[in-house]
Structure formats: C-alpha cells, structure tokens
C-alpha cells in the first residue's frame, strides 16, 4: 500500500490514517517506509512538515518498525528500520539543510526497502505501508513517473 499524504492534507487525514493503519483488522505491528521531503520548495512551511512527520511517528505503536527515508537529492536512509520512537524523533529533528526533490527515487527506494523487510520471515505475513509527504513535485530523480509506477504495480507492496 502506498500513501501519498499531502502536506495540506496532514491535519485533515492524520488521525483517521494512523488508526486505519493500526485497525482492529490485525494487531500485528507494522512495517512503514516513511518518506520524507526535504527539498527547498518546502522551505516556507519546513516547521509543519517537521511536526507532521513527529506527529505520524508519534501515533505508531510501540511493536511498529519504521525507516526513515529523507529525499532531497540524494535519496538517503537517515535510520534503518527501527521501533526506537525516540531515534526516530531525533533523526527526523535533526534533517540536513534542503537541495532539489528526487520524489520518484525515494519511492523506489521505499518499495524496495519494504521487498526487504518483507523477506524476512517474521514480516512475511504482516501489513507494510509507503507513507510520503512532500510538496509532490519531483525535479531531480533519475526514474520516471511511469517507469516508477510499472515497478509499483508488480510489489507486495502495493
């Protein structure tokens, strides 16, 4: 499952998505590939996409593994997986000053990220989900928007 979250759409959908993704329908944790814009065009509202982030990471229970995947240009896994919710608030505090937006790299990224989790034997079976916030423009990633979503058709992780 991939969820584009929006930035202007955050306060709206938080909740609501935070609770569907822990739902009654398992209690199994979760595995979320957390995707974060950090390119200039975000530079006006940079303090409400950080505290939206914090506050997505912030509603995933304690059992939930979550990767920390930060695009700009480059791509990079600012923490691997991790259920630590305190190293997850100090990796998301601390993001490096803003450049371009790779956004179809870092969701390439994300899926195969989740491949690899779902590999392992204990994640097999268990839900895996794609959050992305960012502004949604993309000016610098080396794969297209239709080369990227043939990929994305052909995961689990969809």
Same mark, same amino acid.
């Given at each position: 499952?991939?969820?584009?979250?929006?930035?202007?759409?955050?306060?709206?959908?938080?909740?609501?998505?935070?609770?569907?993704?822990?739902?009654?329908?398992?209690?199994?944790?979760?595995?979320?590939?957390?995707?974060?814009?950090?390119s200039s065009?975000?530079?006006?509202?940079?303090?409400?996409?950080?505290?939206?982030? #914090?506050?997505?990471?912030?509603?995933?229970? *304690?059992?939930? =593994? +979550?990767? @920390? $995947?930060?695009?700009?240009?480059?791509?990079?896994?600012?923490?691997?997986?991790?259920?630590?919710?305190?190293?997850?608030?100090?990796?998301?505090?601390?993001?490096?000053?803003?450049?371009?937006?790779a956004l179809?790299?870092?969701?390439?990224?994300?899926?195969?990220?989740?491949?690899? #989790?779902?590999?392992?034997?204990?994640?097999? *079976?268990?839900? =895996? +989900?794609? @959050? $992305?916030?960012?502004?949604?423009?993309?000016?610098?990633?080396?794969i297209s928007?239709?080369?990227?979503?043939?990929?994305?058709?052909?995961?689990?992780?969809?």
């Amino acid at each position: 499952m991939i969820i584009l979250v929006p930035l202007l759409w955050i306060s709206l959908v938080l909740v609501p998505l935070s609770t569907q993704m822990t739902s009654a329908q398992t209690d199994r944790p979760i595995g979320v590939a957390l995707l974060l814009d950090n390119s200039s065009e975000l530079e006006p509202r940079r303090s409400a996409h950080r505290q939206a982030h #914090l506050d997505f990471t912030r509603a995933l229970r *304690a059992g939930d =593994l +979550v990767e @920390v $995947v930060e695009f700009s240009n480059p791509v990079v896994v600012r923490h691997k997986f991790t259920s630590n919710a305190a190293e997850l608030e100090h990796t998301i505090v601390k993001s490096p000053p803003p450049s371009g937006s790779a956004l179809y790299d870092a969701i390439l990224k994300g899926i195969r990220d989740l491949d690899k #989790l779902r590999s392992q034997p204990e994640w097999d *079976a268990r839900p =895996l +989900v794609l @959050v $992305v916030f960012s502004g949604g423009h993309d000016f610098s990633s080396r794969i297209s928007a239709p080369q990227l979503l043939a990929i994305a058709r052909n995961r689990a992780a969809l």
